[in-house]
């Protein structure tokens, strides 16, 4: 099972974009999705994650307040609504999935069984 991220670009500060995430396999499920990003010479930060069967949502402080994670449980996707992006957000996004992830594990990357191949968004001042 591949995970397909898509929605990146070039965008200004303060403009919006909403990245997406599917499975190539239709009947793939997931316990736990999450987004993580990484800025050119950084590591790869943890940005929010999601689980029904947990009940709940996280955010990374950085991003709260901005960025809303969601899930079209019909069509297997997962969502990225990010507003009021600055160029501090420059980076490849990346989602991910966790089968038998644990709730209180989310923000690490470890947790997470598979991986979408980024797509980056850049944020011009």
């Known amino acids: 099972v591949q995970l397909q991220a898509s929605g990146g670009g070039l965008v200004q500060a303060g403009d919006s974009l909403r990245l997406s995430c599917a499975p190539s396999?239709?009947?793939?499920?997931?316990?736990?999705w999450g987004w993580f990003r990484q800025a050119p010479g950084k590591d790869r930060d943890f940005v929010a994650a999601?689980?029904?069967?947990?009940?709940?949502?996280i955010y990374a402080d950085s991003v709260k307040g901005r960025f809303t994670i969601s899930r079209d449980n019909a069509k297997n996707t997962m969502y990225l609504q990010m507003n009021g992006l600055q160029p501090e957000d420059t980076a490849v996004y990346y989602c991910?999935?966790?089968?038998?992830?644990?709730?209180?594990?989310?923000?690490?990357?470890?947790?997470?069984?598979?991986w979408g191949q980024g797509t980056l968004v850049t944020v011009s001042s």
């Open positions: 396999g239709r009947s793939f499920s997931a316990r736990i």
């Open positions: 991910a999935a966790s089968q038998r992830g644990i709730w209180g594990r989310v923000r690490i990357g470890a947790t997470y069984d598979y």
């Open positions: 999601t689980s029904r069967s947990a009940g709940g949502t």
